[in-house]
Nanobody, 131 residues
């Protein structure tokens, strides 16, 4: 069974940090581009960050640029999202999703901007930023 499982969410104060993990089971992430997305209550889902299969290309939404860092460890079949300087507006359910890499350096931009369909989705992990 092909699965993506997110973990690492929780309650954090404004200005704090969290690291989310996205672990794959049933398939290897080596050949997949991975995106992180989020959906806040009452809002549409939005792309947050993306990383290519080799890790050589990353892309971030303007709202998180400079605060969030996406990385991957293919040996552990896991992708991470390090979130620093968290703000209340970062509160959302965070999802990771996978799509086979195409070799295009523009794929991550398309993924993050919601212009490219993803093949596999996790069930999400809740991040709450509040004092």
């Amino acid at each position: 069974q092909l699965q993506l499982v997110e973990s690492g969410g929780g309650l954090v104060q404004p200005g704090g940090s969290l690291r989310l993990s996205c672990a794959a089971s049933g398939f290897t992430l080596d050949y997949y581009t991975i995106g992180w997305f989020r959906q806040a209550p009452g809002k549409e889902r939005e792309g947050v960050a993306c990383i290519s299969s080799t890790g050589s290309t990353t892309y971030y939404a303007d709202s998180v640029k400079g605060r969030f860092t996406i990385s991957r460890d293919n040996a552990k079949n896991t992708v991470y999202l390090q979130m620093n300087s968290l703000k209340p507006e970062d509160t959302a359910v965070y999802y990771c999703a996978a799509v086979p890499s195409t070799g295009s350096s523009r794929l991550c931009a398309s993924v993050t901007l919601g212009k490219y369909g993803m093949d596999y989705w996790g069930k999400g992990t809740l991040v709450t930023v509040s004092s």
